[in-house]
């Protein structure tokens, strides 16, 4: 800035485009004053008495250790909640219906179908995913919900009664009945696991280790696992064991696993979820799941 | 553009006054004019305003289960309805290929001929030239406005002055009124309007434009265009020295002089111009800007100076177009004695013009060649594939069906690219021939869930596969590939 000069109350007019100066220079660059219409300003107060307003009436300033609350007593978590209200309101026809159908009927309404399905949905995701998967695809000692080899049963109300009182739970109405840990106890020795694992591999075809005395295992087997297991490793669904003549493994295939299942017993977990979930959203759960893909259609 | 004019030889400096820091609002008090543009502005005021208010009252019958409205935007069921076409929410493209068209148009009439969008199409001017129109009838023209304005109020006046502003909150009404009946049915809507049964959002959508256009064709006028507009200052970049504008031809005016000095400087041969000094091109001009100083932002080249000036010329015998669509470089051509360049059609042109064909051909065609049928296949993420206890593989997918037929129709869903392979759709049916159908109800969309088996377990890592979607009544398909996942 060389040539910084106020004039005073003196208006130039730049020469060449007519218009007034404010008379600030610098280098001989005028600055011109092409003012704002009145309009304008006021606009401009009236946003500044807006903001004031505002800040007045909504929580606006944060303070050390809370924020102004604002006259209005506005919150943004009271209008969630007030949303949630209006979205429940909103449902609640078709969450009367679904109370009162059997799961059967929800099923072959394709309107009630589809509410229950987006509904278990967003239920399975808050409640089930952890264990299960966002997709119900499961992880090792926790069932695949999308294969059709169910443990406790894939029939609706099957379905619904494992989500209702789990297995293994607190409830005394869960499933119960769990894999014995025959070599902690004591029940088998070391060989005789060996020999019943690689059996069990033999029953849905896996191969087996050369020179495996194939017979001894069937013999263990028929002593101590075909009671739970059925004769030809069927599995039984009334006590939750599981088929152990198809493809499909909850902790594995590999003999060591099976081993360490038969060395050290096998008892997962599924929680009780009456009284914490409500009636409605079990319904819409049990549809959900069944509609994954494995279950049983009557 | 007034901020900074060309050099021009009637630039004539601003006064040096004291000047206030906030620039006092000039009122503009348009005089009657009558002429060319002045009916040009006429018709197009009639035909667009025609336009808006009856539109929606137009029928369209597109059978049982859609609205016979011709236009109609159906927020409520995400539908835009415009005579034979039906645009879906994930069509929106089309409303951006509308914009980019508008834009494009835009760009062309102002290459041609300056502001011809201002002048006569912009709805801010369209409404206030109507505004204007109510306050002449009533209150009487430019010196009987002003002499009331000037002098103390008296009651007639004020009788007057109620009257119009009656009037104007009339058609702001009825404005705001009109444009509720794009979203709903408007014979219906209006009925309910005039029984009070209509939704609390309708009335107060009315409120709100009858508010907008109240306020800015009654009051803001020339200030929109002069500082909340931003197309006069996008328009000095897209304009060129052939594009014409509303010149006042300075070769011809000038010097200026009272009708006889210059007819006897002329004798003389003394120079001489034209423009008579008679200020009646101020004097009509809506935005109060002078067009004998040239381009200039405020002015919306609405045309109507130049009426009056021909106006002037036709009544002391001189030639019409001392105003007139013209350029700048014409008239210092004529200045010059070099001959003028009148080129309409020049590259800017012609590329403006081609891109228009281009966006609406394409956009024709895609309309043309859209189909009603639509299918969008979504493989689940978890779990990619799932092994049934059988060893076979399975996937499951979401698809989403999308009727865009008026009656409902029945698909079936099929899948090619993977020998023996087993369809289930959850929740749908099976028919004799053993095809998974789906049924979705007219002009609506259904998803389901498809679970598709390979049962002779061929597959491996991600084969591509294709879902084909056949409407069991016509024939029509949908294709979208996809793949199908396997260890």
């Known amino acids: ?298 | 553009m007034a901020d900074t004019p060309l050099p021009h030889p009637l630039g004539a400096p601003a006064s040096a006054d004291d000047a206030p820091l906030y620039a006092p609002r000039k009122q503009i008090y348009p005089q009657a004019v009558k002429g060319r543009y002045r009916t040009i502005k006429w018709i197009v005021l009639a035909v667009t305003l025609g336009i808006y208010y009856f539109l929606p009252f137009i029928r369209w019958d597109r059978g049982p289960s859609a609205p016979d409205q011709a236009i109609l935007v159906d927020l409520a069921n995400s539908r835009f309805y415009f005579f034979f076409i039906e645009i879906w929410p994930q069509e929106v493209y089309y409303l951006t290929g509308l914009l980019v068209l508008a834009a494009l148009i835009l760009f062309l009439m102002n290459a041609v001929a300056g502001r011809i969008w201002c002048g006569y199409l912009c709805p801010q001017t369209v409404w206030t030239d109507l505004f204007y129109a109510v306050e002449r009838w009533v209150e009487g023209d430019r010196r009987e406005r002003m002499r009331h304005d000037r002098e103390k109020l008296t009651l007639p006046v004020v009788a007057r002055k109620l009257l119009k502003h009656f009037i104007w909150l009339m058609i702001a009404w009825w404005t705001g009124g009109a444009w509720v009946l794009y979203f709903a049915d408007a014979p219906t809507l209006v009925y309910e309007l005039a029984t009070f049964q209509a939704s609390f959002h309708a009335y107060l959508w009315i409120g709100i434009l009858t508010f907008t256009t109240y306020t800015l064709a009654g009051f803001m006028r020339e200030q929109v265009c002069t500082y909340m507009c931003p197309w006069p200052r996008i328009q000095a970049a897209l304009t060129d020295e052939y594009a014409l504008n509303v010149t006042y031809r300075y070769d011809r005016g000038e010097p200026r002089g009272s009708v006889k000095k210059n007819d006897v400087l002329k004798l003389q041969g003394l120079p001489a111009g034209d423009c008579i000094d008679c200020n009646q091109c101020v004097a009509v001009c809506p935005t109060g800007v002078d067009i004998r100083k040239g381009l200039q932002l405020d002015c919306i080249q609405c045309g109507l100076c130049m009426d009056a000036c021909d106006s002037v010329m036709n009544k002391i015998g001189r030639p019409e177009g001392l105003i007139a669509y013209d350029t700048d470089m014409n008239v210092q051509a004529r200045i010059e004695g070099r001959p003028e360049v009148r080129r309409i059609v020049r590259p800017r042109t012609l590329f403006y013009a081609g891109l228009i064909a281009l966006v609406g051909a394409v956009m024709i065609a895609s309309l043309a060649m859209r189909q009603t049928l639509y299918l969008t296949v979504m493989h689940d993420r978890n779990p990619l594939f799932v092994r049934l206890s059988d060893g076979a593989i399975r996937n499951g997918f979401t698809i989403r069906v999308a009727n865009k037929n008026l009656d409902t129709r029945r698909y079936s869903v099929s899948v090619e690219g993977l020998p023996a392979a087993k369809v289930d759709v959850v929740g749908g049916e099976i028919d004799q021939q053993g095809r998974s159908i789906v049924t979705v109800g007219p002009d609506q969309t259904l998803e389901a869930r498809v679970l598709v088996t390979d049962t002779a377990s061929t597959a491996e890592g991600s084969a591509p596969i294709r879902f084909v979607l056949a409407d069991l009544a016509t024939g029509d398909t949908a294709v979208t590939s996809d793949h199908f996942k396997a260890p």
């Open chain 1, 1 to 298: 800035m060389t040539e910084g000069t106020h004039e005073g109350h003196r208006q130039q007019v730049d020469a060449i485009s007519g218009v007034a100066t404010t008379g600030h220079s610098w280098d001989d660059i005028q600055e011109l004053n092409n003012p704002l219409p009145r309009w304008w300003l006021w606009t401009f107060y009236a946003c500044i008495v807006w903001a004031i307003a505002y800040c007045i009436a909504y929580p606006a300033w944060p303070l050390v250790s809370s924020y102004t609350r604002g006259a209005l007593g506005w919150q943004s978590r009271d209008a969630v909640v007030a949303d949630l209200d209006a979205l429940k309101q909103h449902r609640s026809g078709m969450t009367a219906k679904l109370s009162g159908s059997s799961l059967e009927e929800i099923r072959q309404s394709p309107e009630m179908f589809a509410f229950a399905r987006a509904q278990g949905k967003a239920a399975f995701g808050d409640n089930c995913a952890p264990c299960h998967g966002a997709g119900g695809a499961g992880a090792k000692g926790y069932p695949n919900l999308n294969d059709d080899d169910w443990l406790w049963g894939g029939s609706l109300p099957q379905i619904e009664q494992t989500i209702r009182h789990g297995a293994r739970s607190i409830s005394d109405q869960g499933h119960s009945g769990s894999m014995p840990a025959f070599g902690r106890d004591g029940m088998l020795k070391r060989e005789e696991i060996s020999q019943a694992a690689d059996y069990v591999r033999s029953l849905s075809g896996l191969p087996t280790d050369k020179g495996t005395d194939l017979a001894a295992g069937a013999k263990v087997y028929a002593d101590n696992c075909a009671a739970c297991h059925g004769d030809k490793g069927q599995g039984s669904q009334e006590l939750g064991a599981p088929n152990l003549s198809d493809k499909i493994w909850l902790f594995g295939s590999e003999k060591a696993t099976i081993v360490e299942g038969l060395t050290n017993g096998r008892g997962g977990v599924m929680p009780t979820w009456h009284g914490r979930l409500d009636d409605t959203t079990i319904k819409a759960l049990t549809l959900y799941v069944h509609s994954l893909g494995g279950a049983q259609i009557p």
